[in-house]
């Protein structure tokens, strides 16, 4: 159906189509008072938003200016509190205080476990992030290089898949250990009298073993005596032991067992955000189309899949018999929440009195709406609430603008106050340094605070960029900053009553393709006190999920709390300098070459592909999950070297050069794929955001980005 759309209409046509023709359909709002009262709420917003992107650019005016007056010195950290203070960058603490935020899902106050991100302009991949709740634990072992080797090409590996059985029944002896036998011993699992028990030998009375007390029987599939599943749970994480002697693998096992599917990502955010490139209307209402189906769940997508054609769609609950013989459900989904973007850009997709409107603003009202799909169904969110995470705010009246904004949002769609949940992204300097009165302005909606190293990075070279040349990026992460950033946000979430209520996470594992790494170090997330991390696939995520039945992490919350806060504030506020470093021409060579490297292979395929997030070969061919917020530590990396005199333009100009035809050959096979020539509009977008790095608002890449992409698609 076609729409008008006459002056004063703010949504463009194809998202009012959008809104009267698929989204309005079976909820109580009548358009037109909808839309008056949607135009109402971004006048009264816009001028205020406004006003806090102006107070950044006035704080990092007179950074800058205080900066270049050390000439070179390094300040004390008491002569700089003292400044950024005065300036009011630093604001003054809260009194001690609880977070009181309600009707949180368990996924989010109680369970720990690994959290997806997915672009939510891509339907196939939300779908099967959605459906990673649970994953099989034989295919994440089998399938990556999880046990230290890389997956073998060709029909079944018996030895292989030999070593994959032994080390899941090793896994199943740590976490849910029968009582005296061992799960590789066990010729059979069966039901009595409601208790789980396994079999040795024959099945003889003897050698009955019941579940030990480290885990919990809590359901089954079939019949008792022979069931096809046992479920069990363990640190608040469920595990299904399936069961089929007719299965190939199963028909080999002693007991039967086929396979064992673990409770993987808990929670998923679909998101507008850094990992989508949506640079207009047409954009923004593929994402917001997505979202409308994962909320009504009839989201599905048919693809192709060498010779066949696939169809995906969202799985079904889990269905179980309790032990007392009473049926069991469980979510066969991830609990989804919608990360909006910032409150930075604007969109053409609504227009309020001749202006594109803040996209933020926007997302808001749209997603929230969308949402209300799910309210009376229950399929997403089981204690009736929207989980919207909010990323990029600086400081704490930015957070209360936020909360504000979702009040009147919950006004315009009658919804009960405080049914809209924020997720607080502390990603930027002036939000970890006020983190606690940042929390304090939201404490009656709050339901996570997480870290992210690549923006927190980003934003704090941007905001010291006159201070001196960074650090090379490889050594960030042992700056004396980022890991009070880590404990400030964990010792933060805990004191402010996080721990049972709300999420504290974690970044993002970013080599998807190296699992073996990952489980060997992110561990350290759930051992920090994170009961919720990032991970790239629903691969990754069920691998990581073995780690929370490692770590109890409410205990190791309840000991964190208990030894009081470890971030100082001196660590916080010292900027990652090089002071007296001694590079050779090489080093700085090969620092230069791999930014530019991850700058092009991310840009291009932003520009000439709309694709926002994707695995892209570094400079040595290893695939990293790439998105904005790496574009931003890499652009921002050279731009401050280039403002320092580390490296000249011309030096840039000749490491794109060469690293332009690096690009070419990694995405030689890729039909879509337009070479890094001179004309191409690509590498006009990499220059400039290197180039123009320096005066880019905190240093995002986003303005550059989405100009480039709408002149690109302008020219079509």
Not at 13 to 36: M, R, Y
Request: aromatic share 6%; proline share 7%; hydrophobic share 40%.
């Amino acid at each position: 159906m076609t729409h008008p759309n006459p002056a004063g209409r703010i949504l463009s046509p194809p998202l009012h189509a959008l809104l009267v023709d698929e989204i309005l359909p079976g909820l109580k709002l009548d358009p037109a008072p909808f839309l008056a009262g949607f135009a109402d709420l971004l006048r009264r917003f816009t001028p205020r938003n406004t006003a806090l992107l102006a107070e950044r650019a006035r704080l990092q005016s007179e950074i800058d200016a205080w900066w270049s007056a050390q000439n070179g010195v390094a300040p004390s950290t008491a002569d700089h509190e003292t400044f950024v203070r005065e300036i009011g960058y630093l604001e003054p603490a809260p009194a001690p205080f609880q977070i009181d935020t309600a009707n949180v899902d368990p996924e989010i106050a109680t369970t720990a476990g690994p959290q997806l991100v997915v672009p939510l302009s891509n339907a196939r991949y939300a779908l099967n992030a959605a459906n990673a709740r649970w994953g099989s634990l034989y295919d994440a072992l089998y399938g990556t290089d999880a046990l230290g080797s890389p997956p073998p090409a060709g029909p079944h590996n018996t030895a292989r898949g030999s070593v994959v059985i032994a080390r899941a029944k090793a896994f199943l002896d740590e976490a849910a250990p029968l009582a005296s036998l061992s799960h590789t011993d066990a010729t059979g699992y069966r039901v009595e009298h409601g208790r789980l028990v396994a079999t040795r030998g024959e099945g003889t009375r003897a050698g009955v073993c019941a579940l030990g007390p480290a885990a919990q029987f809590v359901g089954y599939k079939g019949d008792p005596a022979a069931p096809s599943a046992v479920l069990l749970k363990h640190h608040g994480l469920h595990l299904e032991l399936v069961l089929d002697r007719t299965h190939p693998i199963g028909a080999t096992d002693p007991a039967g067992l086929a396979d064992v599917i673990v409770e993987a990502a808990l929670t998923t955010i679909m998101d507008l955000e850094d990992s989508v490139a949506a640079v207009d209307a047409e954009d923004k209402c593929q994402v917001y189309r997505n979202w409308l189906g994962l909320m009504r769940g009839d989201l599905t997508d048919t693809f192709q899949k060498g010779d066949h054609t696939l169809t995906r769609t969202l799985a079904h609950d889990r269905e179980y018999t309790a032990p007392d013989g009473t049926p069991l459900s469980l979510p066969g989904r991830s609990l989804m929440f919608v990360r909006n973007v910032g409150h930075l850009m604007t969109t053409p997709a609504v227009r309020i009195d001749g202006q594109d409107a803040y996209e933020g603003q926007v997302d808001a009202v749209m997603t929230a709406l969308i949402a209300t799909h799910d309210l009376a169904a229950h399929r997403n969110s089981r204690t009736g609430s929207i989980y919207i995470v909010k990323p990029k705010m600086h400081g704490p009246h930015e957070a209360a603008f936020a909360n504000d904004l979702f009040d009147a949002v919950e006004d315009l769609l009658n919804l009960p106050r405080h049914t809209l949940k924020i997720g607080l992204m502390d990603e930027e300097r002036r939000t970890s340094l006020n983190l606690a009165a940042c929390v304090h302005a939201l404490r009656h909606r709050i339901v996570f605070i997480n870290t992210g190293f690549l923006d927190r990075t980003g934003d704090e070279m941007h905001t010291a960029m006159r201070a001196g040349p960074m650090i090379r990026k490889e050594a960030m992460r042992a700056a004396p900053w980022f890991r009070a950033y880590e404990d400030n946000n964990v010792d933060v979430g805990l004191a402010a009553g996080f721990a049972g209520r709300a999420q504290i996470g974690k970044g993002m594992w970013a080599a998807p393709d190296r699992m073996a790494d990952m489980i060997a170090t992110k561990v350290g997330h759930p051992k920090a006190g994170a009961n919720a991390a990032w991970v790239p696939s629903p691969t990754a995520a069920t691998l990581h999920a073995l780690h929370y039945h490692m770590v109890d992490v409410a205990a190791v919350q309840t000991g964190l709390a208990a030894a009081g806060p470890r971030a100082q504030l001196s660590d916080l506020l010292t900027a990652p300098l090089a002071t007296g470093h001694n590079w050779t021409p090489e080093d700085i060579a090969q620092e230069l070459e791999n930014n530019c490297q991850g700058i092009l292979g991310y840009v291009v395929r932003w520009i000439d592909q709309g694709v926002g997030c994707s695995k892209v070969p570094d400079i040595h061919d290893v695939g990293l999950m790439e998105d904005r917020a790496t574009l931003r530590i890499s652009s921002q990396h050279i731009a401050n070297w280039l403002l320092h005199g580390v490296i000249t333009r011309a030096e840039v100009d000749a490491a794109l050069n060469r690293t332009a035809a690096i690009v070419d050959r990694q995405n030689a096979g890729d039909p879509a794929y337009r070479p890094l020539g001179p004309d191409s509009p690509a590498r006009a977008a990499a220059r400039a955001l290197i180039f123009e790095g320096v005066t880019q608002p905190s240093g995002y890449t986003e303005p550059l980005l989405h100009a480039a992409r709408r002149a690109l698609k302008d020219s079509c």
